[in-house]
């Protein structure tokens, strides 16, 4: 199983990148194939708007040539994508929020191309925040939910801590147990679905 993280938070090494590690260590260990991304050193502009990629078939199609061509050539390689996030204002940070937007070439839906490039695919959140987890996450989880339904992705589900004492919340033995068996469960899910039998 092919898996591309992509890590949204603007601090490059505390909380959600710490949550990152032992989750990344369990796929790796089990012999995923990881790519690991993080946005807030890449260049990745606002969408125009201007439907130009809905025109081109068969390739994401932006006008805009930043490293948003290096983020989507990772996930047409992963066979399941996390989002990997802090909770700011009940969403994403500005990072990942702008890749959310840029995602509208990935489905052809609006101009003379038509399918998808990544219809299929499995999605999953990894996400650190304050507040109660129900309270802090449901609309961003909601949000992409609703993109999953609308591109044709798999939703696989979120795991979260909370943040109570800075970055040792993420390095409790609760805090990694958790991301270990978030991701043995996203590669249970992929073998059960390799020996699903053809209908």
Not at 150 to 165: A, K, P, W
Request: aromatic residues 10%; hydrophobic residues 40%; contains cysteine.
């Amino acid at each position: 199983m092919n898996i591309c993280i992509l890590m949204g938070s603007p601090r490059l090494d505390k909380n959600t990148a710490e949550l990152c590690k032992p989750f990344i260590r369990e796929l790796e260990q089990n012999g995923a194939g990881i790519r690991y991304v993080t946005l807030a050193d890449k260049s990745i502009l606002p969408c125009q708007g201007c439907y130009a990629c809905q025109n081109v078939a068969g390739a994401y199609g932006c006008v805009e040539h930043d490293d948003m061509d290096q983020i989507v050539e990772g996930i047409r390689w992963a066979d399941c994508l996390v989002l990997a996030t802090p909770i700011y204002t009940w969403y994403c940070p500005a990072e990942m929020k702008a890749v959310l937007d840029r995602f509208y070439g990935m489905n052809k839906f609006y101009g003379s191309a038509g399918g998808s490039l990544w219809q299929g695919k499995k999605i999953a959140i990894l996400a650190t925040h304050g507040y109660d987890r129900s309270y802090a996450t449901e609309p961003f989880e909601m949000g992409i939910k609703r993109l999953c339904e609308h591109s044709r992705l798999n939703y696989m589900g979120l795991y979260s801590v909370r943040d109570e004492d800075d970055l040792a919340s993420f390095q409790t033995h609760e805090a990694m147990a958790g991301a270990k068996e978030f991701a043995r469960f996203l590669l249970d899910q992929a073998t059960l679905e390799g020996q699903a039998e053809p209908c």
